[in-house]
């Protein structure tokens, strides 16, 4: 069974950065898909930045482009989502997701994730 524990959130003001943890446990992750989502109050769930696990292949919301970067460290089998020039509009529940198809997914498109961490908190005061 996989498991995924996401760390990191906090409070920040606008501007600053903070660097999001999703660490998997529960099986080899060779050939997968890695995703973050996140969830704002009254909001669906939107999302952020996806990795394919074998060749790095990132992915991002043009909400987040250019300000976020998704990461992975291979052997900790942890993905990282670095967040600057935080916005209060990314105020929001961040969640960890992970597909375990070994063929490319539709990275934007939750449902084909199976895997979900429990979220953290990232909140950007103006």
């Known amino acids: 069974q996989v498991q995924l524990v996401e760390s990191g959130g906090g409070l920040v003001q606008a501007g600053g950065s903070l660097r999001l943890s999703c660490a998997a446990s529960?099986?080899?992750?060779?050939?997968?898909?890695m995703g973050w989502f996140r969830q704002a109050p009254g909001k669906e769930r939107e999302f952020v930045a996806a990795?394919?696990?074998?060749?790095?292949?990132?992915y991002y919301a043009d909400s987040v482009k250019g300000r976020f970067t998704i990461s992975k460290d291979y052997a900790k089998n942890t993905v990282y989502l670095q967040m600057n020039s935080l916005k209060p509009e990314d105020t929001a529940v961040y969640y960890c997701?992970?597909?375990?198809?070994?063929?490319?997914?539709?990275?934007?498109?939750?449902?084909?994730?199976?895997?979900w961490g429990q979220g953290t908190q990232v909140t950007v005061s103006s």
């Open positions: 997701a992970v597909s375990t198809s070994r063929y490319r997914i539709t990275y934007y498109d939750d449902t084909r994730y199976g895997y």
């Open positions: 529960g099986r080899t992750f060779s050939r997968c898909t």
């Open positions: 990795i394919f696990w074998s060749d790095d292949t990132t």
